[in-house]
């Protein structure tokens, strides 16, 4: 999955609209993990159940609809590394763990599970309004966790979606991992259900993709670029208060200096996946704000001292931490 090193015109694509790339999944680098995610479910027992896939603009399944849509760049190199670039690129495990999640609501659509008495009674009602600011309960036992964000108290086809994928992932093992968790019968609700549905036709074997990427009009860099804005999170950062009791004022005769930007940018991914999990700040808003203290950080000149790394880091990670359950709770960054 990860995009070639060799040098290429990626940019030139920019202004091309995504419909005129003739991209497909056949032979595309997201191809082996769909086919992996399809050995999988076979490995489980579901011998009839084999969702479509296609690509469009994000990760989603049609409500109802038993396919599974995934991003158009992770069909061509040179897209992914502009998704690397510009936004930010998933990982083969992260890429597997949507492709889980997606599965779970293709099986929940072609079998009708929601339909059924027993799922309303196990997950909730189908039909329930849908929010996408929606305020979860950090460290329930009613629910599982696979997704970062406390993903599966968001809707109860969410729920479902979680736990197959949980069930499906089989790592670690889900029976002591959620021992003595009210989320374990949901757990076995699945196991039950995929055991009864595995000779089982589908009600619905087919179903309708939404956006394509054959019908995608707008170009490389308007997707990428609305993509970005709906991620954008406004973060008024103060270097001369809040940073500054984290790092240090430039000083040119300082022993051992090192720009401190440059310590937060080394680890740069692993603070954005931490805080974006223990939080449940969708991860592309903790990108932004990781990425802004870098700016900031550059632009004040502060430093820290060699050998010191991980105490900034602990610092800036409980920073971060507070400024996200700000974000979390208000929809915006506060550090004034």
Request: proline share 7%.
């Amino acid at each position: 999955m990860e995009p070639s090193t060799e040098p290429e015109p990626a940019d030139k694509i920019l202004d091309t609209p995504v419909r005129d790339l003739k991209l497909a999944l056949v032979g595309s680098p997201v191809e082996r993990l769909t086919q992996r995610l399809l050995r999988e479910l076979r490995a489980m027992g579901l011998k009839r159940f084999a969702p479509q896939f296609y690509l469009t603009d994000e990760w989603g399944c049609p409500s109802g609809e038993p396919v599974i849509g995934i991003p158009f760049y992770l069909a061509d190199r040179a897209l992914m590394r502009l998704e690397r670039r510009l936004n930010d690129l998933e990982s083969p495990r992260e890429i597997l763990m949507y492709l889980r999640h997606e599965a779970g609501h293709a099986f929940n659509y072609a079998y009708r599970l929601y339909q059924t008495p027993e799922w309303r009674d196990t997950f909730g009602p189908f039909r329930r309004r849908y929010q996408d600011d929606y305020k979860p309960v950090p460290f329930s036992r009613s629910f599982v966790r696979h997704l970062p964000g406390w993903y599966a108290q968001k809707h109860p086809d969410e729920d479902f979606a979680e736990t197959f994928a949980v069930w499906l992932s089989q790592s670690p093992g889900w029976r002591k991992r959620y021992e003595g968790w009210p989320a374990l019968a949901k757990i076995e609700y699945v196991e039950r259900v995929a055991a009864e549905c595995a000779e089982k036709e589908p009600v619905a074997k087919k179903g309708r993709p939404d956006l394509t990427a054959e019908e995608m009009d707008a170009t490389v860099r308007q997707m990428f670029e609305d993509t970005a804005a709906r991620n954008r999170a406004a973060l008024d950062l103060k270097p001369a208060d809040d940073l500054a009791d984290i790092f240090l004022k430039k000083e040119s005769k300082r022993k051992n200096a090192r720009p401190a930007w440059q310590i937060v940018a080394e680890h740069r991914l692993p603070l954005t996946d931490a805080i974006a999990y223990w939080t449940g700040v969708r991860r592309p808003v903790i990108r932004n704000m990781v990425d802004s203290t870098i700016d900031a950080l550059r632009t004040a000149e502060y430093q820290g001292t060699r050998g010191r790394e991980a105490e900034y880091l602990m610092r800036l990670t409980a920073y971060g931490t507070a400024l996200a359950f700000s974000y979390f709770s208000r929809g915006k960054f506060h550090n004034l």
